[in-house]
């Protein structure tokens, strides 16, 4: 699909032009509008028989309307909230509608949108994301039919610069998040550490990102024993991430984001069960949505310092594998026991978070696919995270409300903390109580953050895949990048 924001031209023809029907409620009357003012004159009857109701995502298709040099008319429901998260998903229903029509170009008016430029914003993601799929693999492609690629023009009487800014900063946002996916889509064999890591370095070519890559030798001279002790049961070489963009004075402290990359996650010598273990190579999305954060900064060209740091690894059984009861040391010193070889990710990310820690960060957050509790608490609809900065909280409230990605603040007390102490080690990592198995894994996640540095943890394990029946912009099965806008939109606080 290509998309482009352009001035509305008299004559210009497409094969189906987009315009979008609102709703006003008033007490128990709804009343519809169709934003377009000739077309709402001709489709006036669909509305008074409530063909036409303007219920989000709803998508009306008007064939042989041949209007000014436009064969058909479909008209997308943008409901009764001009928010851009409703903006966004009217955007994904056109983009679905469209590609299931014999078509080749399509017209949206975008004049008639609520909210200005960040209408055109939201719009444009919604397309780009909701035009995403996964079929490289497949010996016959999903879009075998289509004999040219559908080319949308947003048109406004305007297109001015607000507007100009707010199309080239939603398709980069979405283009990046669309990036992530394939990287989370992409099976175990095909993505390995190696794979993702290589994928990161050729990804960043033409920005000002520096990415280092270290392989298995080096990870276990820098002391990182939580990701060496996982990476013993593989036979893929770990490889630790480290991108870097400068994009303000080197004075200004930079803001650290850290992303959990376990390739593939059989659980260990603690086996998972045998149902539904081909979604484990999900459990690096951490690390490729903090990937494609690091790679919208950078092509935003945002005025802030940022680093992104992905320990990646499978977590495998063979004889070199880590035992239950087994002893291992962390960067910054600390010593672990592994009482259960499938809570690895935590292990990976306590050497991430004290490599963080050591470049004084202003910031320091991380993504992770780490606990199954957090899909208990939350289902698919929420991303947890977990902070004591009361400040930092309400930072990323904002920044989730800019986005549109939904998150919810979850508890984090010097309780959860004692749970975590070790028997033979200082930690474990597991709790020795029952329940709030999500709190207890950050509360070990935040032992390798130092002491006054805000950081927060986001468990992605509910939302980074499988929220097509949420998200008409995502797939029904395949990853959903979350959290790569909000994270954009937090780096924007620090500018």
């Given at each position: ?56 995502k ?9 209007y ?5 008319v ?6 009764s ?28 008016d ?31 492609k ?25 199309f ?20 175990g ?55 870097e ?35 484990m ?6 690390g ?29 059984v ?23 070889t499938d ?20 910031l ?99 939302t ?32």
């Open positions: 699909m290509k998309i482009e924001l352009k001035k509305s031209q008299n004559g210009a023809s497409a094969d189906v032009m987009v315009v979008f029907a609102s709703q006003t409620k008033k007490g128990k009357d709804t009343t519809t509008k169709i934003s377009h003012t000739e077309i709402s004159k001709m489709l006036g009857g669909s509305v008074a028989d409530k063909s036409i109701t303007g219920k989000a709803e998508t009306v298709l008007f064939r042989e309307m041949n000014a040099g436009v064969r058909h479909l008209v997308v429901g943008a409901g909230s001009s928010d851009s998260e409703t903006i966004r998903q009217a955007g994904a229903a056109a983009q679905k509608a469209l590609a299931g029509l014999k078509i080749t170009t399509a017209m949206v975008v004049d008639g949108l609520p909210g200005g430029a960040s209408s055109v914003g939201a719009l444009t993601e919604g397309m780009i994301l909701a035009s995403y799929k996964f079929d490289e693999l497949k010996s016959k999903d879009d075998k039919k289509e004999t040219k690629e559908l080319a949308i023009s947003l048109v406004s009487k305007k297109a001015d610069a607000a507007q100009k800014k707010a080239e900063q939603a398709v980069i946002l979405a283009e990046t998040v669309n990036f992530s996916r394939r990287l989370g889509d992409m099976p064999n095909l993505m390995t550490p190696t794979i993702l890591a290589n994928s990161a370095v050729e990804a960043v070519k033409g920005t000002k990102i520096k990415v280092t890559v270290w392989d298995r030798a080096r990870i276990k001279k820098e002391n990182m024993g939580g990701l060496y002790g996982v990476a013993q049961g593989s036979d893929q070489e770990p490889r630790f991430i480290i991108m963009y400068k994009g303000a004075a080197a004075s200004k402290k930079p803001v650290v984001f850290v992303g959990k990359g376990l390739t593939f996650d059989c659980g260990g010598v603690s086996i998972k069960p045998g149902a539904g273990m081909e979604e190579k999900y459990d690096m999305c951490g490729a949505n903090v990937i494609g954060a690091m790679l919208a900064i950078a092509k935003l060209k945002l005025k802030v310092n940022v680093y992104a740091l992905i320990p990646s690894t499978e977590n495998m063979n004889g070199s594998a880590t035992k239950p009861g087994d002893v291992h040391v962390a960067r910054n010193g600390k010593s672990f026991e592994i009482n259960n809570a690895e990710g935590r292990l990976i990310l306590s050497d991430a978070l004290s490599y963080g820690s050591e470049l004084k960060p202003q320091m957050v991380d993504a992770a696919t780490l606990t199954g509790a957090m899909v208990v608490a939350l289902g698919n609809i929420h991303t947890g995270f977990f902070t004591r900065d009361q400040k930092l909280a309400g930072k990323i409230e904002r920044a989730a409300q800019a986005s549109g990605e939904l998150v919810w603040g979850m508890p984090l007390v010097d309780h959860h903390a004692e749970d975590m102490k070790g028997t033979y080690a200082d930690l474990s990592n597991i709790s020795s109580g029952k329940g709030a198995g999500s709190a207890t894994a950050a509360a070990f996640l935040e032992q390798f953050v130092d002491e006054g540095i805000p950081w927060a943890h986001f468990d992605i394990a509910g980074a895949w499988s929220v097509g029946n949420r998200l008409n912009y995502c797939s029904a099965k395949g990853a959903s990048g979350a959290m790569v806008r909000t994270f954009v939109e937090l780096a924007k606080q620090y500018e």
